[in-house]
């Protein structure tokens, strides 16, 4: 089935444990993206990656990495997490920047909470 | 900002009723998605219109867009409990190459 697996599902973690998300897709697509969602303030974007070693910046990168060494997988990294970045988290991908033809394939989400 | 606003905010309507929600935004446009998400789960691809294209349908589904009015409307047709979701619209602005800017999203409501 074609899909884009994030992991874990659901993550309590405290200020300052660095912690990773994976993303991972079996479509073969070249472009991935993570998003943050907040109640208020819809999704926002952290980074994307255009393709293998590729990546930017969204409108919000502060406190996150990420890393593009294979094109199936696009782990997002909290160096130092904190109470701020407690929310919902959500790995895309597209065929093509922008899914103009196919649109963005989503992951089911990692709800992240930062005590 | 550049996101697209999204109206209603929050739909409730009768099975069987059709329901009807808006999107504008304010910038020249590549095209525009229509997006669903069921509570705290990730969004599902609705539909894409270009901005060569002033309909489409898919199912239940009809999206027009008015790009001299920068708005469109995602018509579900025969509303199901099941449509019961949030809704929102993304644009792939003209210029920009990095990301869709998502509106904040339609809560709908259909009642048995």
């Known amino acids: 089935e074609a899909q884009v697996t994030q992991n874990p599902r659901y993550l309590i973690t405290v200020t300052g444990k660095k912690l990773t998300v994976t993303c991972s897709q079996n479509?073969?697509?070249?472009?991935m993206s993570w998003y943050r969602q907040d109640p208020g303030l819809g999704l926002r974007q952290i980074y994307y990656s255009m393709n293998v070693e590729v990546t930017d910046k969204g409108d919000v990168p502060e406190g996150y990495k990420v890393s593009r060494k294979e094109k199936r997988n696009f782990p997002l990294i909290l160096e130092s997490p904190s109470p701020n970045q407690t929310s919902l988290y959500f790995c895309a991908s597209s065929p093509q920047s922008l899914g103009r033809t196919y649109g963005y394939t989503f992951g089911s989400g990692t709800r992240l909470t930062v005590v | 900002s550049q996101q697209g606003e999204e109206d209603p905010q929050a739909l409730s309507i009768q099975e069987g009723e059709n329901a009807t929600m808006n999107c504008s935004y304010k910038?020249?446009?590549?095209?525009l998605q229509w997006y669903r998400q069921n509570s705290g789960r990730g969004l599902v691809h609705l539909i894409l219109i270009r901005s060569n294209e002033r309909e489409k349908h898919s199912g239940r589904l009809r999206v027009t867009l008015d790009t001299s009015k920068k708005s469109s409307s995602l018509l579900i047709t025969a509303s199901r409990a099941a449509d019961t979701a949030s809704y929102f619209c993304a644009t792939d602005y003209t210029g920009a190459n990095s990301k869709l800017t998502f509106g904040k999203g339609i809560t709908l409501s259909v009642r048995p």
């Open positions: 910038t020249s446009i590549n095209n």
């Open positions: 479509m073969n697509h070249e472009y």
